[in-house]
């Protein structure tokens, strides 16, 4: 079955770096997305990735390993309103979106 | 580019009755839009896939007949949720597509069914 894999939850500190890892296992690959969505709201997009190697954006960067089925969202000098949650979601062969449940990443002072 | 609307932004209906939402992409044509509901702290599912002109495409679970979709343009999809449910109070939320790997969401709608 297809199935994408990340942390429920995790907290880190304003103006450090923190790692949000994603496992995934779909039928096929076209890419696999990170989204940002803040309490209420719709997910903003983030990255996409579909060659292996690391993608930076900003205080953003994202990596993929297809051979491992992996990938990870680095967020750098954490602020306050990059509180939210982040969504991983792999593009499977039929161009569908497969989505993690999201990870809530709380940040403190 | 790429902005995407819905329309209404929230919704309160009472038992019984149907609404409409709508999902317009602004400044771009979607050959294709999705249509996902998201209930509290879950993750988006996937309700259906439509392409303009064409019957929409329903996940597994999801009732064609209370989730009526209509994609009659390449800048308009409508959702309809029909004799609405108390369970059925949700935040929907739409995307559209511009080439297969781009989704630009709508800001969503939420609905609550008294």
């Known amino acids: 079955g297809q199935n994408i894999d990340q942390p429920t939850e995790m907290t880190a500190t304003e103006g450090a770096i923190v790692q949000i890892n994603c496992t995934y296992q779909t039928s096929g690959f076209n890419g696999l997305f990170w989204y940002q969505q803040h309490a209420g709201e719709a997910p903003t997009f983030l990255s996409y990735?579909?060659l292996d190697g690391l993608e930076e954006k900003g205080r953003f960067s994202s990596f993929l390993s297809r051979s491992k089925g992996y990938s990870y969202l680095l967020l750098k000098e954490l602020q306050m309103k990059d509180s939210a949650s982040y969504l991983c979601?792999?593009?499977?062969?039929?161009?569908?979106?497969?989505w993690g449940a999201g990870t809530k990443l709380i940040i403190k002072p | 580019g790429a902005v995407v609307s819905q329309h209404p932004s929230w919704v309160i209906c009472k038992s019984g009755t149907s609404v409409k939402i709508e999902c317009r992409s602004l400044d771009f044509q979607a050959t294709t839009m999705f249509w996902y509901r998201q209930f509290p702290k879950q993750s988006l599912m996937l309700m259906a896939t439509s392409n303009e002109g064409s019957k929409a495409t329903y996940e597994q679970g999801v009732e064609k007949d209370k989730f009526l979709i209509n994609h009659a343009s390449l800048t308009l999809s409508t959702l309809t949720v029909t004799s609405a449910h108390p369970e059925d109070s949700s935040f929907y939320i739409c995307?559209?597509?511009?080439?297969?790997?781009?989704?630009?969401f709508g800001p969503g709608t939420r609905l609550t069914v008294t």
């Open positions: 990735n579909v």
């Open positions: 995307s559209a597509g511009r080439q297969e790997y781009e989704q630009y």
């Open positions: 979601a792999a593009m499977d062969s039929n161009y569908q979106l497969i």
